[in-house]
């Protein structure tokens, strides 16, 4: 079964803490993988994408294949990365996006 | 560019009853996708169609339908509402099918059955 899990639902951090949050997913093939973010009373907008091995906002993720995970990272939290965190999942040759069912990172003063 | 336009924001509706949702994609965007997310949920694939033809469908009944018009503009239609149908709708435009990587969302209309 293709499936994207997320097994925290909320994480709290303080400012300036390192911040990591879960994605783990099953896949049997060669998956496009995505971080999403929905800041309070905006869009799901995308925060990046494992193949192009970017860094927004300070945040990287790493695809290791062996533990079928996809952890988003940000060695430094801010208070404006507070915000909903979504891990999602591309199946080869199909047009739909598999999500998580979401993180919320808290970030404290 | 006002980017992915949903109608209506909000909408409260009985059991039984029909509900029509609209979707206007950013300009140039061929693809339109539909998901839908229930409280505490990710959002969960609905439908996908491009240049008017069903490209994708999702583990949802058939009382859930879709259309796109020559404008690339998009309606999700849902029938013999259900309490479980309560959910926030999500429209998502891309350029071409397979640009997930391109899909820009919508707001969302958000859905109350009562």
């Known amino acids: 079964a293709q499936r994207v899990t997320q097994p925290e639902k909320l994480l709290s951090v303080f400012k300036g803490a390192p911040v990591e949050l879960k994605c783990n997913y099953s896949?049997?093939?060669?998956?496009?993988l995505f971080w999403y973010v929905q800041y309070s009373r905006q869009r799901l907008q995308l925060l990046l994408r494992h193949i192009s091995r970017e860094s927004i906002k300070g945040f990287t993720a790493d695809l290791n294949k062996g533990e079928t995970s996809f952890h988003l990272k940000k060695p430094f939290a801010q208070e404006e990365d507070s915000a909903m965190y979504y891990c999602?999942?591309?199946?080869?040759?199909?047009?739909?996006?598999?999500f998580g069912t979401g993180t919320r990172l808290q970030v404290f003063p | 560019d006002a980017g992915v336009t949903q109608s209506p924001t909000h909408l409260i509706k009985t059991r039984g009853q029909q509900v029509t949702l609209r979707c206007s994609p950013i300009s140039g965007h061929k693809s339109v996708s539909w998901y839908q997310q229930v409280l505490g949920q990710g959002p969960q694939f609905i439908f996908q169609?491009?240049?008017?033809?069903?490209?994708g469908r999702g583990n949802f009944p058939d009382r859930f339908s879709a259309r796109q018009f020559p404008n690339y503009s998009s309606e999700l239609n849902v029938n013999a509402l259900l309490l479980g149908d309560s959910a926030l709708y999500l429209c998502a435009s891309s350029l071409d099918p397979r640009d997930t990587y391109g899909y820009t969302f919508g707001s969302g209309t958000r859905l109350t059955v009562v």
């Open positions: 896949y049997s093939g060669s998956p496009e």
């Open positions: 999602a999942l591309s199946p080869y040759n199909t047009d739909k996006l598999i």
């Open positions: 169609y491009y240049e008017k033809e069903e490209r």
